[in-house]
């Protein structure tokens, strides 16, 4: 017996692929910094980067572990003397 209403479900985005190669935009746009702070940091050593024919690639897994390493750390809370 069918009660006139449609079910639908919720599209599930897929899971980004954690090899997946990423371009400089790219990654700025996902993480909302310009491309030369991008640029700078895998020259610098930080993010590491591939360069397969002449173009940088670099991979999702290697920029999120790069945001972790750049986690900022809260100061603990110091008690003011009455």
């Known amino acids: 017996m069918s009660t006139g209403f449609a079910v639908t479900t919720e599209p599930t985005s897929p899971k980004p692929d954690q090899n997946e ?14 491309e030369k702070v991008i640029r700078r940091a895998y020259e610098s050593g930080e993010l590491r980067a591939y360069k397969p024919r002449g173009r940088i690639r670099i991979r999702r897994s290697d920029v999120e572990a790069w945001i972790e390493a ?13």
């Open 21 to 34: 190669f990423m371009t400089v935009a790219e990654i700025a746009g996902m993480v909302k910094l310009h």
């Open 70 to 82: 750049n986690q900022v750390q809260p100061y603990p809370v110091q008690e003011l003397e009455p």
